[in-house]
């Protein structure tokens, strides 16, 4: 008998794993946003992830925002933000959440299989304990859980969910072989059926742990480099000329995976009486990276001579990443606060971050289109590296005092880089 699949969550992990598992299987695609319901039942995805061929394809999915219309699943699939709260504590609260909301649904048999990313041990002892309260039905006897975590990268163009190995996992050897089997059907890439839900939990926040504290090395190298007033990208360059060198590059280090699960790994050390030193202080590398480049542009603009007070300033990029229009967690909205306080005007332009999210975070307007602008600025600051930006022309927004500051090293021509 071929199983009725419920996807709980339809954002960037939640709409592509539909989607796939929606041109094979029965499959249910449920989120609490009417608004983003409305928009995918029109075969519109806001993040341009999926296209309209990709819906199309998917023949057998469909998508509801009433929780009952999933009763008959018999695999669900749960896959809600897990970010950090105020005080950089993770918050689990979305998986609680949608945990207390299907177990009701669940029948004998079922399986409930985790995607969000959390810290080891979450899932056995955080959600499981909701299914059951909730469902009146036992662990490993009435239904059955598993792990999988997701490895979407926004705004990768090559490397989609099909192409990228899926880590899976299960409550018992059976269901941890029909999870596998589940996802092996999707996946051109593969399967790594992992020993447990701990292990699988515990390899996809080290896999974003890795990458915070290389880019913190490379950061930290960029604060040296500036003391010394060598050029950073210059001595990357040199040091890339080496076979094994990792070519990870300075920059603002925000998104939903990176910034924020070194943090679910960290949480849970601390429960277990350990303070992890280096995770550590890689976070707070990064984390203070913001602050540096926002006073690092005031201090190129005052060597110039340009008045800070009503100083005009462009941001090229608002997104956490280059070539994806996800604000989620971006690091350049701390830039942009810590001008605005110096009392600088700003003025944002990215090709493709969401005018309505972005206006969420901050007042200063948002174009689209650099020939929308008529204004010239006292600074630039390029963010992002949209490939948008590596032909623009800045030359009728600026004077002979402004100031280019390339944070990525795309622009021709600048002032400084990072």
């Known amino acids: 008998m071929t199983k009725t699949i419920a996807i709980i969550g339809l954002g960037y992990v939640g709409l592509p794993l539909a989607i796939e598992f929606g041109k094979k299987y029965p499959t249910l695609g449920f989120d609490i946003n009417p608004t983003r319901i409305e928009e995918l039942r029109n075969r519109f995805d806001r993040t341009h992830q999926i ?12 998508f509801h925002t009433d929780i009952q219309e999933l009763k008959n699943a018999q695999i669900y699939i749960i896959t809600v933000p897990t970010p950090l709260d105020e005080y950089k504590n993770p918050d689990i609260s979305y998986l609680l959440n949608a945990s207390k909301m299907i177990a009701p649904l669940l029948s004998s048999k079922d399986i409930i299989i985790y995607e969000s990313t959390t810290y080891p041990t979450c899932t056995l002892k955080d959600c499981v304990p909701i299914l059951e309260q909730y469902s009146s039905l036992k662990y490993n006897i009435d239904f059955f859980v598993g792990y999988s975590p997701e490895r979407i990268n926004p705004g990768d163009r090559e490397h989609k969910l ?6 899976t996992s299960g409550s018992t050897p059976e269901v941890a072989k029909e999870i596998d089997e589940l996802y092996a059907s999707i996946i051109t890439a593969g399967t790594y059926l992992a020993p447990s ?9 080290i896999e974003n742990a890795q990458r915070d504290l290389n880019i ?10 500036d003391k010394l007033g060598i050029e950073t990208q ?6 890339s000329t080496k076979w094994n060198f990792l070519p990870f590059k300075p920059g603002l280090v925000g998104g939903h995976c990176i910034s924020i699960d070194p943090y679910y790994l960290t949480h849970k050390a601390h429960e277990l009486g350990y303070h992890p030193r280096v995770i550590s202080a890689g976070r707070l590398v990064n984390d203070a990276m913001p602050s540096f480049v926002a006073q690092k542009l005031i201090k190129l603009m005052i060597a110039k001579d340009i008045k800070i007070l009503r100083a005009k300033i462009l941001i090229l990029g608002v997104t956490f990443k280059e070539n994806c229009n996800d604000i989620r967690n971006s690091k350049v909205f701390e830039v942009i606060d810590e001008l605005i306080e110096y009392g600088c005007e700003i003025t944002l332009l990215d090709p493709l971050a969401i005018p309505e999210e972005v206006s969420k975070l901050t007042s200063a307007p948002l174009y689209s289109n650099l020939s929308e602008i008529n204004k010239r600025f006292d600074g630039v600051l390029l963010a992002v590296a949209h490939k948008e930006f590596e032909e623009i022309d800045l030359a009728s927004h600026t004077h002979n005092q402004s100031v280019i500051y390339d944070l990525k090293d795309v622009l021709k021509s600048s002032h ?3």
């Open 216 to 225: 913190a090395f490379v950061n930290e190298i960029a604060l040296i480099c």
């Open 416 to 418: 400084a880089r990072l």
């Open 51 to 62: 296209n309209s061929h990709d819906f199309q394809e998917a023949k057998f999915l469909s």
């Open 162 to 167: 099909p192409d990228i190995k899926k880590i």
């Open 197 to 205: 839900i701990e292990v699988a939990e515990m390899a996809k926040v």
């Open 234 to 239: 210059e001595v990357l360059k040199a040091s």
